[in-house]
């Protein structure tokens, strides 16, 4: 649902409304997943920390074409599902009843809105399938084959075709497809490709052309057009000179004569660029903010620009006149982290979601004409106060090298005294950055065990510079792994922070990092948590799907050459097991095809053989990530258990 990295504990937000005093004691995951050494989770935990589970998140979906109606994602039962409502405030009618992941790429048919497509998979699987929602009759169609990995669909500009992304001729190279949703027999294949990152991005005014997206790695990509009729393609963005340049977010303007598109061409940031399409100039219309623009949106009358753009870590929204460039002055917007933007048909309504530190997600719009932000949804939150939640702080440290390295500290509150201990989570990614958004669960930490909370954007992260973004490639893997380790020096100077109590963490890549500090440096932690992180990238390389192994070899480099794959071997930490020497607790998706179960199995059996206290969940029904409730709140009472017995003890 979220265009953000979803990847570390602070994310974890899966929630249901269900009064702790309701839960039994005893709490149990989702029937089918497995544990091994978690103590059985007590009623009086449940008791103390439940509320932290009972938090509401809502976004923006999707505008209704003619009407101020939206449809949202939130979370009532076990999974999030898809809600209409009417008007800001109003109540939430639920329109989808799964009770398996939830789902994506939701839209109305952009003339009519007499249905809505969307996407979902299969108990984690990441092979999503295509539906037809028909709010006549409230039945579900489904559009796609049914086995293959299938990107969301991107409407034309008629609203009676779509075109989408999809495995389905090899289950490795990404090819695209043209559809009538209202004829799912009028599937056919429009133009066949070769590797992993191709995904449709818009379809040109008379809708005779197709705009692509050609992903080689998070800093070079490239943009063609598509001719529908024939199924040829032109490369729109040809590679000059030696320097890899990255394109995204890309749209065609009202006349179809150039395109808007965010690249990093000719500058160290992101930009948005209007590119001719006859001559490919650019023309630079964000020069005047030195950050990464992280999305852009045409307006469907062509004026206007709504563009966010990351400003150390800060989310900030900008309105543009799209000939111009010239900037509309926003006065009294709301600050937060702004994200998902979404233009009504009219021009003038632009619906986002928002959050900050002491309010959870909820879906907004802002009139464009007046300034007027209403917000459409009032998101439960356990019956918490979060006036007195933590505001975090930027702090800065220098790395081996010099390097300066930044990340985002949550100090608890004043009320805690002496040297506080620390958690330190790491985003997964790589290419990802931790904001400073709404923390949900994590909250407990800070406000109830007055634990720091630090999260580092090390090199590798994104928003800091395509430079910054490629320190970490290949060969230079292990200088990132060195930037945790200049960060526990760092803690050491800190009168405020308690050296001798850190716990190392983060989800994907970051469960990656967070296991070699484990090895690296495990004098200088009290234990570690691992969620679904590879404990080899050579075999994390050979075993993720297919369709991703070209994009990850370009980021961690190719296990198939003898040089890489030796180097990739000496930082691995399944060859260094043995010198994890504190406690591990893991936790993976039982069908994650990102990071397969066998790269948590080995690592789990690799430190148990030498003695350490090893925790492990194994999620039923779960991918690459936590959708159900039962799991999550699972999870979230076993980590509170493993801080308080191996970090506070």
């Not at 009064?19 to 009086?44: D, W």
């Not at 939640?389 to 002496?418: C, N």
């Amino acid at each position: 649902m979220r265009k953000r990295t979803l990847l570390t504990l602070s994310f974890l937000l899966v929630t249901c409304f269900t009064p702790a005093s309701a839960q039994q004691p005893g709490v149990q995951p989702e029937p089918g997943s497995t544990t091994e050494a978690v103590p059985p989770i007590p009623s009086s935990l449940v008791a103390d920390v439940g509320r932290y589970t009972n938090i509401r998140t809502a976004e923006i979906l999707s505008w209704h074409p003619s009407r101020r109606e939206m449809l949202i994602a939130t979370y009532m039962c076990n999974t999030p599902q898809v809600y209409l409502v009417k008007f800001p405030g109003g109540a939430r009618t639920q329109m989808t009843f799964f009770d398996d992941r939830p789902t994506r790429g939701v839209s109305y048919q952009p003339t009519r809105g007499d249905y809505f497509l969307f996407s979902k998979d299969s108990g984690g699987d990441e092979n999503y399938q295509n539906y037809r929602y028909d709010f006549a009759t409230g039945q579900i169609t489904l559009l796609s084959d049914g086995k293959s990995k299938n990107g969301p669909a991107v409407w034309s500009k008629g609203g009676e075709r779509i075109v989408y992304s999809s495995t389905r001729r090899d289950g490795t190279d990404v090819d695209l497809y043209v559809e009538k949703p209202l004829d799912p027999k009028s599937d056919r294949l429009l133009i066949q490709l070769q590797g992993g990152g191709w995904s449709p991005l818009d379809w040109s005014p008379d809708d005779s052309k197709i705009m692509a997206l050609q992903e080689i790695s998070v800093s070079e990509s490239y943009l063609w057009l598509v001719d529908v009729a024939s199924g040829e393609k032109t490369q729109l963005t040809p590679k000059s000179g030696g320097a890899a340049v990255a394109y995204g977010d890309a749209h065609f303007s009202k006349e179809g004569k150039s395109i808007y598109a965010i690249t990093d061409r000719d500058s160290e940031f992101r930009r948005v660029a209007r590119i001719d399409i006859a001559t490919h100039r650019p023309t630079y219309l964000t020069a005047h903010i030195p950050w990464d623009i992280s999305e852009v949106q045409l307006s469907p009358d062509g004026n206007m620009l709504a563009v966010t753009s990351n400003e150390d870590g800060i989310t900030t929204l900008h309105l543009l006149d799209a000939a111009s460039g010239r900037e509309k002055p926003l006065p009294g917007f709301p600050p937060g982290y702004v994200i998902d933007l979404h233009w009504h048909q009219n021009s003038r309504d632009l619906a986002f979601s928002l959050d900050s530190a002491r309010s959870a997600d909820d879906a907004y719009s802002l009139d464009t004409k007046t300034g007027k932000v209403e917000r459409w949804t009032f998101s439960e939150l356990g019956g918490l106060n979060t006036q007195g939640f933590v505001e975090p702080g930027v702090i800065h440290w220098k790395s081996f090298d010099g390097m300066t390295i930044s990340g985002i500290l949550y100090q608890p509150p004043a009320r805690f005294s002496g040297k506080r201990p620390v958690i330190i989570d790491i985003h997964g990614g790589p290419e990802g950055q931790f904001q400073p958004y709404f923390l949900g669960q994590q909250n407990y930490y800070l406000n109830e065990l007055g634990v720091a909370l630090l999260y580092p954007n090390i090199r590798g992260s994104t928003g800091f510079g395509k430079t910054f973004a490629n320190l970490d490639n290949g060969l230079l893997r292990e200088n990132a792994y060195k930037d945790v380790g200049s960060l526990l020096d760092w803690i050491r100077t800190q009168p405020n922070l308690d050296a001798s109590r850190v716990m190392v963490t983060g989800a994907s890549y970051g469960g990656n990092v967070a296991l070699v500090t484990a090895f690296k440096y495990p004098e200088r932690i009290r234990c570690a948590i691992d969620i679904y992180g590879p404990s080899n990238l050579v075999t994390f390389l050979e075993r993720t799907a297919s369709y991703r192994q070209d994009l990850r070899r370009v980021e961690y480099g190719d296990e198939r050459d003898p040089h890489m794959r030796e180097f990739l071997e000496k930082l691995a930490p399944l060859n260094h097991a043995a010198s994890i020497t504190k406690a591990l607790f893991v936790i993976q998706g039982e069908n994650d095809p990102i990071v397969p179960r066998s790269e948590s199995d080995q690592i789990v059996n690799a430190v148990q053989a030498n003695g350490v206290p090893v925790w492990y969940f194994v999620m039923k029904g779960e991918g690459h990530g936590i959708s159900k409730k039962s799991n999550s709140d699972y999870f979230f009472y076993a980590t509170v258990m493993f801080v308080k017995n191996f970090l506070l003890n």
